[in-house]
């Protein structure tokens, strides 16, 4: 039986009535595609696109804004065929999943970035407009006056820092189809206040978001310790020997060890979910033959 997982990211927040609105929205239009026998793909992508229209998470809508303002958005999708595509510091296109599922079916590349990616987009007909929202707008104005000490701006020592006191949020999904499919995607706005063209691990295949023939899984957290550590890949490559939840549960220990927090979900070829978070909160929900689940059940 089909079956999908998505998490709305892990971090230091403490997740509500309007995050599990968000996921049971993403979870019930994957759960339509692969009752009538849509791929995996087709249901990382439909459950993604729904939280990057949700304002709630820090994707699409609503993404974080770096230090000059901007919303630079990352995204990749990864299918058990080890087929993939990303996009990172993309500016061009309202949904960046969707442009990533394009870089990985329209081209011989993996990753586009910047300029090349917004281009791209544009050519591919994607829907553009305006992500800031005015609470992301805010939050921007409140925390550049932090960065500022004699006019210049001092931001390296803190941006670790102010992830940890903002949360970080990032949204994904794993799901296996009817076929027996596997898929993973990830999508992100980024750190706040992240310095212009910086890309995080929601880009990167085999950090936040990895697929194989056993298992696929997405990442949350902080993306320049996910990507040292390429946690997703190592979960995924675990989950063929020990299952995906031990695999998860391994990948979150070595997090622990080396000092850093960070999130999973991931499913496994016998369409078994799993999740894990070694952060203050990550919101998360699923849909499978047994009905549906979040992190506030």
Same mark, same amino acid.
């Given at each position: 039986?089909?079956?999908?997982?998505?998490?709305?990211?892990?971090?230091?927040?403490?997740?509500?009535?309007?995050?599990?609105?968000?996921?049971?929205?993403?979870?019930?239009?994957?759960?339509?595609?692969?009752?009538?026998?849509?791929?995996?793909?087709?249901?990382?992508?439909?459950?993604?696109?729904?939280?990057?229209?949700?304002?709630?998470?820090?994707?699409?809508?609503?993404?974080?804004?770096?230090?000059?303002?901007?919303?630079?958005?990352?995204?990749?999708?990864?299918?058990?065929?080890?087929?993939?595509?990303?996009? +990172?510091?993309?500016? +061009?296109?309202?949904?960046?999943?969707?442009?990533?599922?394009?870089?990985?079916?329209?081209?011989?590349?993996?990753?586009?970035?910047?300029?090349?990616?917004?281009?791209?987009?544009?050519?591919?007909?994607?829907?553009?407009?305006?992500?800031?929202?005015?609470?992301?707008?805010?939050?921007?104005?409140?925390?550049?006056?932090?960065?500022?000490?004699?006019?210049?701006?001092?931001?390296?020592?803190?941006?670790?820092?102010?992830?940890?006191?903002?949360?970080?949020?990032?949204?994904?999904?794993?799901?296996?189809?009817?076929?027996?499919?596997?898929?993973?995607?990830?999508?992100?706005?980024?750190?706040?206040?992240?310095?212009?063209?910086?890309?995080?691990?929601?880009?990167?295949?085999?950090?936040?978001?990895?697929?194989?023939?056993?298992?696929?899984?997405?990442?949350?957290?902080?993306?320049?310790?996910?990507?040292?550590?390429?946690?997703?890949?190592?979960?995924?490559?675990?989950?063929?020997?020990?299952?995906?939840?031990?695999?998860?549960?391994?990948?979150?220990?070595?997090?622990?060890?080396?000092?850093?927090?960070?999130?999973?979900?991931?499913?496994?070829?016998?369409?078994?979910?799993?999740?894990?978070?070694?952060?203050?909160?990550?919101?998360?929900?699923?849909?499978?033959?047994?009905?549906?689940?979040?992190?506030?059940?």
């Amino acid at each position: 039986m089909p079956s999908i997982i998505v998490h709305g990211g892990a971090g230091a927040y403490e997740p509500g009535k309007e995050h599990e609105r968000g996921l049971l929205a993403a979870v019930d239009a994957a759960w339509v595609l692969l009752e009538s026998g849509g791929s995996a793909a087709d249901a990382v992508e439909a459950a993604i696109v729904m939280m990057e229209d949700d304002p709630i998470f820090n994707a699409g809508l609503g993404s974080s804004l770096n230090l000059e303002g901007v919303v630079e958005c990352d995204a990749s999708i990864m299918l058990s065929d080890y087929s993939a595509g990303a996009v +990172a510091a993309l500016k +061009a296109a309202k949904n960046p999943i969707r442009a990533a599922r394009l870089v990985m079916e329209r081209t011989d590349h993996v990753l586009l970035a910047g300029e090349g990616a917004d281009s791209f987009a544009r050519k591919m007909g994607l829907p553009s407009g305006d992500l800031r929202t005015e609470r992301r707008i805010e939050l921007h104005r409140k925390n550049l006056r932090t960065f500022r000490d004699g006019g210049e701006i001092k931001f390296m020592p803190n941006l670790r820092g102010l992830a940890d006191e903002m949360g970080i949020g990032t949204v994904g999904a794993a799901a296996m189809d009817a076929e027996g499919r596997l898929a993973a995607g990830t999508s992100t706005g980024g750190m706040m206040m992240k310095v212009p063209g910086r890309v995080g691990d929601g880009a990167v295949i085999g950090a936040g978001t990895y697929a194989s023939p056993h298992a696929a899984a997405s990442a949350t957290g902080h993306g320049e310790a996910i990507m040292r550590h390429l946690v997703a890949k190592g979960a995924v490559g675990a989950a063929g020997d020990i299952g995906v939840r031990e695999a998860v549960e391994s990948a979150l220990e070595i997090g622990r060890f080396h000092g850093f927090g960070f999130g999973m979900v991931g499913v496994e070829e016998n369409g078994a979910t799993a999740l894990g978070f070694a952060t203050q909160a990550m919101s998360w929900a699923e849909r499978t033959d047994d009905g549906r689940r979040t992190f506030l059940e």
